[in-house]
């Protein structure tokens, strides 16, 4: 059963990000390289500062050893958030799939040196390579990209009505996926400490702000910069995840993206007032 939730979780962030493609024009790959002060403060908000809050958090927190497993997961996830549906409301649909695409491509590089930098700190151990790390990253984020994107160069206005279908069906999938994901193995939850839940919380908090202050003049961009540092990335997380033993690491990571999902829609929520 896990195994199956597991193929539905990666093939709907495929089709997810398929969407995005769908939905996107290639002029918007290079939004951000134009701006490189921009482009400056989303990677350091995303690579730099939320990894050093969550390296701090485990540093003073007394939090149980697979919450740390799950931490350095979340620290090291950096990317573009997976919630472009919602976000299509905002005026920064060049920013956010621009972010999408370079996030993806910093990751196959920073991931692992992050990884194997943190994971003693972070009281794991992880043996995550850089071949795995962009094999997986080709498989699931920069493939299905390039197969939207082609399939709007060959059927713009069928391509373009279709996105939205596409992202709806798969979020519900991806939603579904993590909530089953979460019963079936609802025991690790129940061992989660108070502690443990709160730093998970903080994090989430703390991304939210370093997002807010970092996405420059645009109040989208900075909404938007936001979501993506609180939400990190949820295929580079479950890249990172199947890396250690058991299933426990992974719920608990789900759990924080389910978690940072509501945290996120709330902040949206209020943001688009």
Request: with cysteine.
């Amino acid at each position: 059963m896990t195994e199956t939730v597991m193929i539905l979780l990666k093939i709907s962030i495929a089709v997810l990000i398929a969407g995005v493609g769908a939905g996107t024009s290639p002029s918007e790959l290079t939004y951000l390289w134009r701006r490189p002060g921009l482009l400056f403060r989303s990677l350091a908000a995303m690579y730099l500062l939320v990894p050093a809050v969550a390296f701090g958090l485990v540093l003073i927190m007394p939090i149980e050893r697979g919450v740390k497993a799950a931490m350095l997961v979340i620290a090291v996830s950096a990317g573009a958030p997976l919630l472009s549906r919602r976000l299509k409301k905002l005026n920064s649909q060049e920013y956010i799939f621009s972010l999408l695409i370079t996030s993806s491509l910093v990751a196959i590089v920073v991931v692992p040196v992050w990884a194997a930098s943190l994971a003693a700190y972070f009281d794991v151990t992880v043996d995550l390579s850089t071949s795995t790390v962009v094999l997986d990253i080709a498989k699931t984020i920069l493939l299905p990209i390039m197969i939207g994107m082609a399939a709007r160069a060959m059927f713009p206005a069928s391509s373009a009505r279709l996105s939205d279908r596409v992202l709806m069906i798969a979020g519900i999938v991806l939603v579904a996926s993590a909530i089953a994901l979460l019963v079936i193995h609802r025991e690790h939850l129940a061992g989660l400490t108070w502690p443990g839940m709160l730093t998970l919380v903080m994090l989430i908090l703390f991304a939210l702000l370093i997002g807010q202050l970092l996405g420059g003049p645009n109040p989208d961009d900075r909404t938007a910069l936001a979501i993506a540092c609180a939400t990190r990335h949820v295929g580079v997380a479950l890249i990172v995840a199947t890396e250690f033993a058991g299933v426990k690491t992974l719920v608990l990571v789900v759990a924080y993206f389910v978690t940072a999902f509501i945290v996120s829609s709330i902040y949206l929520t209020w943001r688009r007032r």
